[in-house]
């Protein structure tokens, strides 16, 4: 566990520029950037337990998880592999914005003025061009969080969502984001054969049906393309 999170962090740090530039961009203390070299260096024996692991993740304003727990389901791949996701030392990421706003899976959360980016997430260019199809372009890619139960067993509540915010129309069946009545709603969105479309709830024990057809003001904000659980939309 202790060499994972160390490998982990060192793909951080070779991101970052360096050493020095982990440093200075997040003003350590001069022991914090001695503990960091020790804890990054190849034949280092320093400890790196639970809690010195949460403390750098706060520190390094990391996604929480990524150093207490690299072996959980749905990231071991994160440190294996640059061609399939992010947090591996040698390659270039992008650096995708998490938002604050959060879609309800239920009855529908409400509706921010505007867009605050909370973190950013570092995902490998090649993953997303492997994977992500179709896509808009990269630079539309977002992170929201989804809360309910109504989409399970397709994600489950509090799952982090990757959303193409280039989709304004859902010109393909999937799942998206959606705006009406002031509030924010995750739903699937099929075609009908008659013409229109149709908003339903994955849970079966949700029911959830609804008409797009244009009778009432309904904004497309993007398509749901992946979910942190690993399961490709």
């Given at each position: 566990m202790e060499d994972a999170r160390r490998e982990v962090l060192r793909g951080f740090v070779r991101?970052?520029?360096?050493?020095?530039?982990?440093?200075?961009?997040?003003?350590?203390?001069?022991?914090?950037?001695?503990?960091?070299?020790?804890?990054?260096?190849?034949?280092?024996?320093a400890s790196f337990g639970e809690r010195s692991a949460k403390n750098w993740e706060e520190r390094l304003k990391l996604r929480p998880g990524v150093l207490v727990r690299p072996d959980m389901p749905g990231l071991p791949q994160l440190v294996r592999s640059a061609d399939d996701l992010p947090f591996l030392p040698g390659f270039e990421g992008l650096n995708v914005p998490v938002l604050a706003a959060a879609a309800s899976m239920g009855g529908g959360a409400e509706r921010m003025e505007d867009d605050f980016v909370v973190g950013r997430i570092t995902v490998s260019p090649q993953w997303i061009a492997k994977t992500i199809k179709p896509l808009t372009k990269p630079e539309n890619l977002r992170f929201i969080h989804g809360y309910g139960d109504s989409m399970e067993p397709t994600f489950s509540d509090g799952d982090i969502l990757l959303v193409d915010t280039g989709v304004r129309h859902p010109d393909i069946d999937g799942i998206y984001v959606l705006a009406a009545n002031e509030r924010l709603f995750i739903k699937r969105v099929t075609e009908r054969i008659g013409g229109g479309h149709e908003i339903t709830s994955d849970n079966p024990k949700v029911k959830t049906v609804q008409a797009l057809d244009g009778s009432q003001p309904v904004e497309v904000?993007?398509?749901v393309v992946w979910a942190w659980n690993g399961k490709k939309l």
């Open positions: 991101d970052q520029g360096g050493y020095a530039r982990v440093v200075q961009a997040f003003r350590l203390t001069p022991s914090q950037g001695s503990y960091l070299s020790q804890l990054i260096a190849r034949d280092s024996a904000l993007g398509r």
